[in-house]
């Protein structure tokens, strides 16, 4: 059959109409597939929690600790001021001063090792009076530079010789005293009518209270014109309030006593009673003066179970006295120890108490006179020794017969 050619045209359309339609149903479903395969492809893909960064530990809160603090202390005797010796410090003084500085110097060395230097001043410093010696003593006030430069800055005042100079002498003497600088702490001579001129000092964080009397004054009396005086050993009731009201208020409380016999290395019984009186009273260190001897010591325990040492006589520091036994002196050394706890408690504990032997030594007719650590002296200066030959076998068996071994330190 032959078609026309609107007919032919006609197929011709048609034939491309299915044509296409054939075409694109080829087509599109790849087409969808390739969409669907691309969407998948850009979805996020779920990611796990990230585990969170773990904070440091703190540190844990130390806990508090007990803070200690310490004091080394020494303690020397009789610094006994003759004749000989404000006559030699007149010789070296200049523009009418005295200077006694070179007796002295020898032990320099030794009173630096220590926190507090305490000293019994055996004679009336001043200077209202002459210079005097044995039997009614006045010092000149000079001393207490040479003495201060040494180290010393606790001295007690209380002793047999208080009443040398009369009121006069008392009070001329704390006029003295209150002259000194104010890290100077001095005692013995009390208000008689309050007797509460309380004595307190602190070093390194450790007060200390300090308290001095004594047996007698020679037979003088306190004088009637006098508002300041000692008070006596066999006064026990003033001494114990004092020791009360101070009690509270220190962390040791140290009593000097001048008590005993001269020349004398045996304690009395009025002694060795007192200090244990003490002791109960709640006294922690009994410093023991007069006897221009040694003498022993020893622990006490008072009646609270408190411990308390006493060394009964250090003997003489410097002197021009005549025997050889006068010539051996003793030097206290004890460390005090103060612990405070967290939680306020505080204890104190005295820790290894040692005496150190100290000598006088002068030339022919007591010249040169001056003082030397034990440790220090020669048998050459001993067999030059003024009155006699003064070995240190000699000083070691003064010491040893009349101080138990565990308190001595000969080689120091």
């Not at 004749?83 to 007796?103: P, T």
């Not at 104190?348 to 003082?371: C, F, S, W």
């Amino acid at each position: 059959m032959r078609l026309r050619g609107n007919e032919i045209a006609a197929c011709i359309v048609i034939a491309a109409g299915v044509g296409g339609v054939l075409l694109g149903s080829l087509f599109q479903e790849p087409l969808q597939t390739s969409v669907t395969a691309f969407a998948t492809t850009v979805l996020p893909v779920p990611t796990a929690t990230p585990a969170p960064t773990p904070l440091p530990t703190p540190a844990p809160t130390p806990e508090p600790t007990p803070t200690v603090e310490t004091v080394r202390f020494s303690a020397t005797g009789d610094d006994l001021i003759h004749d000989g010796i404000f006559l030699q410090a007149r010789e070296r003084g200049k523009d009418g001063h005295y200077d006694f500085s070179e007796a002295y110097e020898p032990m320099r060395d030794f009173y630096t090792q220590f926190d507090v230097n305490w000293l019994n001043q055996e004679t009336l410093v001043n200077d209202a009076f002459e210079p005097s010696g044995y039997p009614l003593f006045s010092t000149p006030g000079d001393i207490t530079d040479a003495l201060y430069d040494l180290g010393f800055r606790v001295f007690s005042m209380s002793n047999n010789h208080s009443y040398d100079k009369g009121a006069e002498g008392i009070a001329s003497s704390l006029e003295h005293w209150a002259s000194l600088p104010d890290d100077v702490a001095y005692m013995g001579f009390y208000n008689l009518d309050t007797y509460d001129e309380y004595v307190y000092q602190t070093v390194n964080g450790i007060t200390f209270g300090y308290l001095s009397y004594t047996e007698y004054t020679n037979g003088l009396p306190t004088p009637s014109e006098s508002n300041y005086g000692v008070v006596y050993l066999d006064d026990r009731e003033t001494i114990a309030k004092q020791i009360a009201d101070m009690r509270p208020n220190c962390d040791v409380l140290v009593v000097s006593c001048h008590w005993g016999v001269e020349g004398s290395h045996e304690m009395t019984d009025f002694q060795t009673e007192t200090a244990q009186w003490l002791a109960d009273q709640g006294v922690d260190l009994i410093i023991g003066t007069h006897p221009h001897v040694t003498q022993n010591a020893q622990w006490l325990t008072g009646v609270n179970g408190n411990q308390t040492f006493v060394a009964y006589s250090l003997g003489n520091f410097i002197n021009a006295q005549s025997q050889p036994d006068n010539m051996v002196g003793a030097i206290l050394d004890i460390t005090f120890q103060k612990t405070s706890q967290p939680d306020g408690s505080v204890s104190v504990k005295m820790l290894d108490p040692k005496l150190h032997g100290v000598v006088t030594h002068y030339e022919a007719g007591y010249q040169n006179i001056r003082v030397y650590p034990y440790s220090d002296y020669t048998d050459e200066l001993g067999a030059a020794h003024g009155l006699f030959t003064l070995t240190r076998a000699q000083i070691e068996e003064t010491l040893r017969s009349s101080i138990d071994a565990q308190f001595l330190a000969l080689d120091q």
